[in-house]
């Protein structure tokens, strides 16, 4: 069985910083790509960054380019946000999903329970 | 990309036949997949590829579409489809719809 179970958030003070993390357990972590997406309180969901499976490609979206660092341990099966900078806006619960392909069409096949971040002073 | 679902919100009754719109504001080709989310829970995928069911998902869900409009169908909601339906794309960066939540 698939699992994704994110940890490390907290409240933080703007200009603050803050590591999440997101154990995979139950398929090849090492085989596929993940991302974060995150959901502000009552709002939609909005991706955040993504990582190759060997880690050797990144991308964020502009909202946290320069603040954020996606990153993995693929001999812990373990993948990584490091928030730095934060804002009130960066309040929200963080996903991790995992990425899945077919026929070149990309979509995120499993998700863990979200981790809550809130930006406060 | 841009993506704009309708209706934001919806009140249906069990049994109803419920339609989800989504608008991409460019071509996505069948780069469209939908998910849904319970409060407090996470998102669950539902249709991939504008039409692909995932394993698992009652035959109930269908999609369609392609290039710029989208839709989402439950032919017959059951108790437990009372939740938030988000499109996403995946032509280009992802990006989500705004959701709809069906009451």
């Known amino acids: 069985e698939v699992q994704l179970v994110e940890s490390g958030g907290a409240l933080v003070q703007p200009g603050g910083s803050l590591r999440l993390s997101c154990a995979a357990s139950g398929f090849s972590f090492s085989n596929y790509a993940m991302s974060w997406v995150r959901q502000a309180p009552g709002k939609g969901l909005e991706w955040v960054a993504d990582i190759s499976a060997k880690a050797d490609s990144t991308f964020y979206a502009d909202s946290v380019e320069g603040r954020f660092t996606i990153s993995r341990d693929n001999s812990k099966n373990t993948l990584y946000l490091q928030m730095s900078n934060l804002r009130a806006e960066d309040t929200a619960v963080y996903f991790c999903?995992?990425?899945?392909?077919?026929?070149?069409?990309?979509?995120?096949?499993?998700w863990g329970q979200g981790t809550l971040v809130t930006g406060s002073s | 990309i841009q993506m704009t679902q309708s209706p934001s919100s919806l009140s249906a009754s069990l049994g109803d036949r419920v339609t989800i719109t989504c608008r991409a504001s460019q071509n996505i080709d069948n780069y469209l997949n939908w998910y849904q989310q319970k409060p407090g829970k996470a998102p669950k995928l539902l249709i991939f590829?504008?039409?692909s069911l995932q394993s698992g998902v009652p035959s109930r869900f269908s999609g369609s579409g392609s290039g710029t409009y989208f839709t989402l169908t439950i032919s017959s909601l059951q108790p437990e489809d009372f939740a938030a339906y988000f499109c996403q794309q995946s032509y280009g960066t992802w990006t989500f719809g705004q959701g709809t939540k069906v009451e």
């Open positions: 999903a995992k990425q899945q392909r077919l026929d070149g069409i990309l979509y995120h096949d499993y």
């Open positions: 590829a504008a039409s």
